[in-house]
């Protein structure tokens, strides 16, 4: 079958707003990213830290990326095509994004969204994907619909619809959207010698941090987490859910 013909255009993703530490990479020079910071090459990478996010434009006006806290987005494709067509292919490894895009108008365009797990492709639409430390994948649709796609499987996630992908599994089948940010706590203890031990349940697609440490949780949602107890015995968490909404817990270890 023959390759869409490409042309050379020049192709970015632009920094519109940019909150704490984040960093650009292109090759091995990293520098500090702020507004009108561009990802123009195969490779280069954009990463936020602990309370942190950024906002990109796509450089067709087609829509904008958030970013949350402690991601990490790389650019895989950004392509022109003789027909006018644009494909651009995105990699979160870590973390969470939520994409606002409009229609395309070209049928041979077309956004896609890699992560470990698995591709999310979109045409058009509002969605978001969480990316837990395993690469564990949870895919959530606001409006529009995505193609959630691995090992050979692909399953539409339409509007008001959320997924998950484990590595190495096809996607799980749609379930209604939750955005929940909800931590259900099943064990809060303190243990000898000066370790708080913590065991509850978030939805499975969200991601969750401990003290600044990011968790897997498995296929129900649950965690467990033991670490050193803080003098104050506070534990700070944060729940994300694939669209960005953020819920911060203050745990009070008894």
Do not use: C
């Not at 050193?228 to 859910?241: F, I, K």
């Amino acid at each position: 079958m023959a390759q869409p013909l490409q042309v050379r255009v020049n192709r970015w993703l632009e920094v519109r707003q940019a909150v704490g530490n984040v960093t650009y990479r292109r090759a091995q020079a990293t520098q500090r990213a702020g507004v009108g910071t561009r990802l123009q090459a195969v490779g280069d990478v954009l990463e936020t830290g602990n309370q942190s996010s950024a906002t990109l434009a796509v450089d067709t006006g087609i829509g904008s990326i958030d970013v949350s806290e402690r991601t990490r987005l790389q650019v895989q494709q950004l392509t022109a095509l003789a027909s006018g067509g644009r494909i651009t292919r995105l990699q979160v490894t870590t973390g969470q994004a939520r994409l606002r895009l409009r229609p395309f108008t070209n049928p041979n365009s077309r956004l896609e969204v890699l992560t470990p797990a698995g591709l999310s492709g979109v045409r058009g639409t509002v969605f978001g994907v969480s990316v837990q430390p395993s690469g564990k994948t949870g895919v959530a649709t606001l409006e529009g619909s995505v193609v959630a796609a691995a090992q050979g499987q692909s399953v539409p996630v339409t509007a008001g619809f959320q997924s998950s992908i484990v590595p190495g599994e096809p996607p799980s089948p749609p379930v209604p959207l939750r955005n929940d940010t909800r931590l259900a706590l099943q064990l809060l203890t303190a243990e000898a010698p000066q370790t708080a031990h913590i065991i509850g349940q978030v939805d499975p697609v969200n991601l969750l941090t401990v003290a600044d440490v990011p968790q897997d949780v498995d296929q129900n949602g649950r965690f467990e987490v033991r670490l050193p107890l803080p003098a104050d015995r506070r534990v700070r968490a944060v729940v994300t859910t694939p669209l960005g909404k953020q819920q911060v817990y203050e745990l009070a270890v008894p």
